[in-house]
């Protein structure tokens, strides 16, 4: 798989998971966890596009 090919995927999935959290109920507990979900799945995309611009 290509640089581009996975900086797309990457970008796709954060995007997948603010939609996911955006479903969720509103109540205390699954404001919990939607803000751990977005925390752990967001930034997965920014970090690939840091390594790729390291030496």
């Given at each position: ?10 970008k ?8 996911r ?35």
């Amino acid at each position: 798989m290509d640089e581009q090919t996975f900086k797309n995927r990457t970008k796709k999935f954060a995007l997948e998971v603010l939609r996911r959290v955006e479903t969720l109920p509103r109540n205390r507990s699954a404001n919990v966890l939607g803000r751990q979900f977005l925390r752990a799945g967001t930034p997965v995309g920014a970090n690939y596009r840091a390594a790729c611009r390291g030496r």
